[in-house]
């Protein structure tokens, strides 16, 4: 073994360090399978002790560290570069360790009255929902890679999901945060508090740095109360703007009861109905856009039924909705929330298409998606939009597939990367971000370090040089 | 004058800048008249672009800066230091400018369907609260000082106030923020949008930052349906145990339309008796603590009076409440706030006294008022502590009035120092803040330097160096 990786091996119990390639092959390619990257060796603490020891002897001894949670990134981020680029510039033979979080696992606190959770990094998000749920509490974060997706891993990318217009995105619903940096000390801000104002709140630059600022051991989380009452209607809209209209005067009825308003297009719900078995079209067909809307009460017995139905009478009178229907069960509710969950599966099985995470200001969201359809119609005739997500929050899924008939990767590899710089170009014109939810991994460091601000990319530059001067947590990403 | 002030007032228009020593006089003290320091000269930039010119100009020329919004900070942060310290070690002759954003205080735009507000850093938070209004949508920020208190001072403290404990604090309610950092660049993060995971979210530094990692031009905020129900009580207490224990029963009923759960004790209740005019008693005396409630709701007509009524009388069936009174009237809701609202007011009147900021998890409030009451009765006979405020966040201003009798400034000279840094023992014993909403400014600086977590401590201090290599921002503060 190398002397570098043995001197890390050394400091941690045999069970938390493994060289065996079976191990680790595991983790080493993403869930998307669109890149697989190298690593030396996998360490599974158990504990944020022996993170420390292990990145205080990586630090040491040059060794890079690449965190991982679940591993069900979508941009590159969660696992390592291939070889060479792993091991960056004038540093060809430095090792790579992978440090899986999955043996941090635990939920250690819940505290039902103080309404918090505290969780090790590697807790799986279905888990903290079932503690929560066991207390009659929420954790109102959920996305469709929840039976993977980790604590770790959704701070690290700051994730969204389909209740960002109510309870906003994970970064809100952190209360408190451990880490070990990158020089091997720890940050021990992991008391649940709901307000501290002592000087930078650095655990913030932990949120969202997908892992290049070092590794996040455990989370304290905010919860709500379950709710108690829940209608779920589907409404067939003629275009976008009518659909933020909708919102508009639903806001106006129900406050803040909207727990979440997605969108999905006819060809989303067309691939949904051919790929994923046992589903229906809950209308009849031939509109364009349609909204799933969920209004959420802690309250038993809210009359959310009939306020979503006035909502949408009042809307269908001034042409905004085309048709809808309300879930009158539980299980015509998820039967219909199944239609937009599995929407990403459905493209998956569908095929390669150019995946995309962008976000503009919620009014803006018409115009946006207008001038994106006609600039790609232009240069890339036969390209096909999927435009579909998070309406309430500006952020869609600004997906493209292939022309018909094209042979879909030899397309990508000859056609995305101009379609995903004209689009991200669309989405500067309109003051938006290239990443709503995602992060910029690998997959979107460049387009970043093209269009993102100068202020902010040199702040975070002299940021990660001054956290971590020799570079060695999650190399190759974000920066390019 | 000094040719490095004159340097920087060359690259300003001459009504934004000035060395009179009549116009600095009222920037130099601090709101509660307990520390005046000394400024050089007092610009007044009109917009971003002079900001940016100014910080340029000054990091060119070793010329520190002082950003201050409304000046009712109560730790000293906005408020240059005295002389010679606001020059710092081995920079005796360091010009200091006060830089005041009083200009920049315009509302740039309101998006009724976005639920969102872009106004500059000098914008005064009552004014926000009038324009939120006039769209029948609210800001749900609020504390005594708004009608001096500006954006950008609230951001630079994560100021908490009153509905913290449903809709967070200042940082939870930033969509975007532009900023001038120490080098003169811009942070261009002023667009509103809900989600965005492009790397470290470098506006979440200025928040909380005080002026020291750069100057806060312009903020975009989240705002909310306002209310169009709402329902306030005062209901007495025999002990903090039972407050608590109201407070989950409450939110078993009602469910996040909780807006405030304030805590106010029977001394502080007697103060504002005796100093406030026009304030009477809403129960009969003998409470040892009261609670003041506040129920909102979107929707009109919403049944939360009954609410009250209800949670009110199953707790005192199983005797946490001793007694409860509703409000039957707006008038009569105003009365009730206002007994909470100008107890630091009527404190202020009634002399001197130690005043602290603290917060513990809110399930500890009850075992951590009864430690720090103990300790400062065994170490300070008769000291008088006078505990209020958020106790739905488990934040308490735990302040502390002289003996009676003593001559409280000769008092608070001898053992002040001793009997913050007691109580701050006991919060930490506690794992909890010693600073939950003013911030650290110099008054708690040192006690941060010594009580702080230290892993955040260094980060801290590497940001800084990393960022204003110079120290021309808010120097002395927050560091020590």
Known sequence: MDPRLAAVAAVLPPASFSTDPAALAPHLTDWRGQKTGHADALARPSGTEEVEALVRAAAAHGVAIVPQGGNTGLVGGSVPEPLPAAQGEGRAD???????????????????????LVAGAGTILADVHEAAAAHGLSFPLSLGAKGSATLGGLCSTNAGGTQVLRHGTMRSLVLGLEAVLPDGSRLDQLRPLRKDSTGYDVKQLLIGAEGTLGVITAVALRLVPAPRSRAVAWAAVPDLASALALLARLRRLAGE????????????????????????????????????????DAEADAPLAALLESALAGAAGDGLVADATIASSSAQAEALWRLRETLPEAERLDGPCLKNDV??????????????????????????????????????????????????????AAEGDAARALLHDMVMAFKGTISAEHGLGTLKAREYGRLGDPGKLAAMRAIKAALDPLGLMNPGKIFT
């Open 94 to 116: 430095r090792p790579v360790i992978l440090l899986s979080t999955v043996r941090m696992n635990r939920i250690l606190n819940l505290d039902g009255e103080g309404l918090s």
């Open 257 to 296: 009861r909207i727990d979440s308003f997605e969108l999905v297009p006819a060809d989303g719900l067309a691939l949904v109905l051919r790929h994923i078995p046992g589903t229906r079209a809950p209308l009849n067909a031939g509109h364009p856009w349609h909204c799933l809307i969920e209004l959420a």
């Open 359 to 412: 976000a503009v200001s919620v009014a803006d969201v018409p115009a946006f998606d207008a001038a994106a359809q006609d600039a790609i119609a232009r240069a890339f005739p036969g390209a096909r939009p999927l435009v579909f997500g998070h309406l309430g929050d500006g952020n869609l899924h600004w997906n493209l597939r292939p022309p018909e008939g094209a042979d879909r990767r030899d397309w990508l």
